[in-house]
């Protein structure tokens, strides 16, 4: 099984956790906070093996693009910009340009204040 469909897998197996943390992440037990913290996190990873088959050409644009468009579907909940704020240093400049691009392009399309979410303690990022 490749690492895609396993990722997949875990998102399918793990819809309602993914769909409620997304909506708020607050709202979450602590044990499910992590669990989703790690659902995004294997989330970027796919992401990042994609945007690595598309630096070195083996992916084309058009296929880049449509994993951009899903992620924009994403982008909207506050939750997902948390998670990714947490985790970004990880991952190459270039890819944190273009996961953001698409983060500010979604959240001002849709008028969602993605980046602006607050723990319960009035902090950025998880509580």
């Known amino acids: 099984m490749t690492f895609e469909r ?3 897998a875990m998102m399918i ?3 309602d956790l993914f769909r409620r943390g997304c909506e708020d992440l607050y709202a979450l037990a602590d044990g499910e906070r992590f669990q989703f913290d790690r659902l995004l996190g294997a989330h970027f ?3 990042y093996s994609a945007f690595i088959q598309y630096e070195r050409g083996i992916m084309g644009q058009d296929v880049w693009e449509a994993y951009l468009n899903a992620l ?3 982008a909207a909940f506050p939750s997902y910009a948390v998670i990714w704020e947490n985790i970004r240093a ?3 400049e270039n890819m944190q340009q273009a996961i953001e691009a698409t983060i500010t392009q979604e959240r001002e ?4 204040v993605a980046w602006e979410l607050e723990s319960p303690g009035g902090q950025p990022g998880i509580a």
């Open 6 to 8: 396993e990722v997949f």
């Open 13 to 15: 197996q793990h819809a």
């Open 45 to 47: 990873s796919r992401l």
């Open 72 to 74: 924009a579907r994403y």
């Open 90 to 92: 990880g991952y190459p």
């Open 109 to 112: 399309r849709s008028g969602k």
